[in-house]
């Protein structure tokens, strides 16, 4: 009789998807805030940003602690190259889930940010041309955060309806 968990933990599962939400909500803030009249609302938008980018890194942070402490380990869902492929993919994912948040916060202090209205973190930098580059850097790790979460996501659903082997119900909620 394996030992093996099938499922893995109510822990990992929860960190898993609220990492996901975390994400999309973050990525549609994002390309929001501008939207928003200069001011109280744009302050406020920009301030639930950072506040849920930080968020995410605690997020993210204790996911990788529960993972390495304590969280189920599941064999690879495919053997040989696919298998290392997926697992490749789950590590590029927890590089740039921490490199957005970490930009995100080196962009708050370069930019100088009020949040909320309460307290301004001091401009760590008057360059522009820094500016502009960790801005277009957090940007696009965002952007290819989403598109590998999205091909993360479609693999799933290849499993669960074309190969119909379970790796999916391995992180739904339910069950265990």
Known sequence: MSTTPIRYDRTSILLHWATAALVVLLWLIAHWIDDFPRGTARITAR??????GVT???VVL???AWR?????????????AAGYLAKTVHYALYGLLLAVPLLGIANVWIRGDSIFG???VPKFSLDQELRHTVEDLH?????IVLIVAGLH???????????RDGVLKRMLPGGE
């Open 47 to 52: 301030s639930v940003h950072i506040l849920l």
């Open 68 to 80: 390495l402490r304590w969280g189920h380990r599941l064999p690879l869902a495919n053997p040989g």
């Open 62 to 64: 204790a996911r990788m």
């Open 139 to 143: 940007e696009t790790a965002a952007n």
């Open 153 to 163: 996501a479609l693999a799933a659903l290849a499993h669960h309806y074309f190969k």
């Open 118 to 120: 309460l307290f301004t």
């Open 56 to 58: 995410l890194l605690a």
